[in-house]
Nanobody
Framework: QVQLVESGGGLVQPGGSLRLSCAAS??????MGWYRQTPGKQRELVAT???????NYAGSVQGRFTISRDSAKNTVDLQMNGLKPEDTAVYYC?????????WGQGTQVTVSS
């Protein structure tokens, strides 16, 4: 059974940092990444990383967030610096094979003073 388990969300003040981690139960993904969603809005891409290490970031997080992947441990992390209130959302880990997207259960990130 394929499982993605996120950790590391929480409450942080504007300008602060958080690190999200996602552990996968299998090593089948050609790409992994993070998406986020707020109430009433569609889930949006935050950052992705391929098995070869190529990365892609949403323009709104470029320069503030860094995605990394440890293929040996089947993990993908998202280091978030310079957090803003508009980064508040539920963050979902994603793993993609050629045909199927797998999702974690989500972790809440709240940026507020």
């Amino acid at each position: 059974q394929v499982q993605l388990v996120e950790s590391g969300g929480g409450l942080v003040q504007p300008g602060g940092s958080l690190r999200l981690s996602c552990a996968a139960s299998v090593s089948i993904f050609i790409a992994m990444g993070w998406y986020r969603q707020t109430p009433g809005k569609q889930r949006e891409l935050v950052a992705t990383i391929t098995s070869g290490g190529s990365t892609n970031y949403a323009g709104s997080v470029q320069g503030r967030f860094t995605i990394s992947r440890d293929s040996a441990k089947n993990t993908v992390d998202l280091q978030m610096n310079g957090l803003k209130p508009e980064d508040t959302a539920v963050y979902y880990c994603n793993g993609r094979t050629g045909l199927i997207n797998y999702w974690g259960q989500g972790t809440q990130v709240t940026v507020s003073s």
